[in-house]
Each structure stands twice: as structure tokens, then as C-alpha cells.
């Protein structure tokens, strides 16, 4: 049986690598933290759950809005090894909770690399939940980018992607970027990373920064 990430490609095949070491990192469920606790003390034994780290939050959970959750953390190190793979199962193949991301065991988990705020064509601040259509939030733009954007806003033959009024702010993009950057080693893992964004979500809000690799995104699109 595998799992696999929404960050990355690789998988993590728990019938091979039983002992399962280190930590897992970044679970989000949605579930109240006692029921969930709960739950796993019924089956598991005091030194297991010794080693599970919960940070309760509110998760942007797709039609559902905000829903009650909870970031977490398994050390596995201190978790008896006839049981790490029991937990695991029960983690994330029961009704106790809805994984929403989560990443395999590892002795040293993946960190991402910090944002320079050179990079970043905007950012994004506002509640989680929503469709970041501006409703309920906030973009602001970098203004080193002015330029390219507004050539390829005038080139007929690239879609316009870009709104003519945008609210230029370099200290708004440094401080969202900044924000992220003092994230990134959260031992909950809080910010996401795709090819040309990083998304930051705590307690029913989200910051987003777009790198400039979403120029060669708007060409192939």
C-alpha cells in the first residue's frame, strides 16, 4: 500500500519500510482534537501517542468552507515499532480524520527554499475558503514587474491575464513575503509549494506569493 504527496512525486511504501523512522510531518485533518485523541487512545498505547504533536487550526476544506481541524505531527522514533504501523493506518485510512496533505516519514523533512522578494510578481492576502477572486482578500503586485506585465497585457497574442488597475505595493509584497519565509520551517509544515506559488494558511486565513515561473505558466496556458 502507498501514499503519496500533492507536493511531490514520491512515494512512500510502508510494507517495505516498516520501521518507519523519523518524523511524519504535516498532517491536516478535519476532526475536533479530543475526538480524535480520543479515539486513538482506545486503541494505542500511552508511548505511542507520546510522540504525536497537535496544533489545532481551521482548514479551508472545499465546499465545506472552514471547517474545525488540526495540523500534526508523528515522531516515530518514540512510537513502539509494533505499533508504527498500526498508527499510521489508523491515521489516515479510518474515520478519525480527513487527511488533506501530509508528508511521508523522513529523518529530515523537505524545507523549501526562501521566497526573494525580486522573484515575486504579486502576492495574495485574505480568508481561506474562497475562491481568491479578490471577494474576500487582497493582491498586491510588485512593481519591477510593471513593465512586463503591462507588454504582455498590449500583445494581442497572449491572453490578458492581468487586471490594468493593480495595486502596486513593494512593502506589502516584502511583508507577505517575509511572513512565508518565517514559516517555512514550522514543524507543522504550514506552507504549501507548487510550481510557481507559495501558500501560507494559518487559523482561516492565507498569504500567497507568485513567483515570476508564472510567466512561463500564462505562455503555455
Not at 78 to 90: G, M, N, S, Y
Not at 135 to 148: L, W
Request: aromatic share 12%; net charge negative.
Amino acid at each position: 500500500m502507498t501514499t503519496q504527496t500533492p507536493e511531490t512525486t514520491e512515494v512512500f511504501d510502508f510494507a517495505t519500510e516498516g520501521t518507519m523512522e523519523g518524523k511524519l510531518v504535516a498532517g491536516r485533518g478535519f476532526t475536533t482534537k479530543k475526538k480524535f485523541v480520543g479515539k486513538l487512545s482506545e486503541t494505542f498505547s500511552k508511548e505511542a501517542l507520546a510522540g504525536l504533536s497537535l496544533q489545532p487550526t481551521t482548514i479551508a476544506y472545499g465546499i465545506w468552507g472552514l471547517v474545525k481541524g488540526f495540523y500534526f505531527s508523528l515522531n516515530f522514533d518514540v512510537v513502539p515499532k509494533a505499533e508504527r504501523v498500526p498508527l499510521f493506518d489508523k491515521l489516515f485510512q479510518s474515520e478519525l480524520a480527513t487527511a488533506i496533505q501530509f508528508s511521508p516519514p523522513t529523518a529530515e523533512p523537505t524545507v523549501h527554499e526562501p521566497l526573494k522578494v525580486e522573484d515575486v510578481v504579486k502576492v495574495y492576502e485574505g480568508q481561506a475558503g474562497t475562491c481568491q477572486c479578490g471577494c474576500a482578500g487582497e493582491y498586491y503586485y510588485n512593481p519591477a514587474f510593471d513593465a512586463e506585465i503591462n507588454a504582455r497585457n498590449a500583445d494581442p497574442e497572449k491572453n490578458r491575464r492581468y487586471p490594468e488597475e493593480r495595486t502596486k505595493s513593494l512593502a506589502d509584497v516584502t511583508r507577505i513575503v517575509e511572513l512565508i519565509n518565517s514559516h517555512l520551517k514550522d514543524e507543522f509544515k504550514t506552507v504549501t509549494c507548487c510550481a510557481d506559488s507559495y501558500d501560507l494558511e494559518i487559523e482561516g486565513r492565507v498569504w500567497t506569493a507568485y513567483t515570476k515561473e508564472m510567466f512561463a505558466f500564462d505562455d503555455r496556458i
